[in-house]
């Protein structure tokens, strides 16, 4: 069974991914707050997540085994 981002087009989930990793980067580069800073860290955390997703789950079944 597929979760909702495996779902999502792997092209568009690229440039999704990418997108919010450049835009976590400028955050943190010109915080507004320091609840701000928390927020786009956690932007790039997501955009590493769409585009490593397919290598992790591979990786984690291996574990498995």
């Known amino acids: 069974m597929k979760s909702f981002i495996q779902k ?3 092209k ?15 955050g943190i580069i010109t915080p507004f707050t320091p609840w701000g800073i928390l927020f786009f860290v956690g932007l790039e955390l997501a955009g590493i997540r769409l585009l490593f997703l397919e290598k992790i789950i591979k990786w984690f079944k291996g574990l498995k085994k």
């Not at 690229?14 to 919010?20: E, M, S």
């Open 8 to 10: 999502i087009n792997p």
């Open 12 to 26: 568009f989930r690229k440039i999704i991914g990418i997108f919010l990793i450049i835009f976590g980067f400028i």
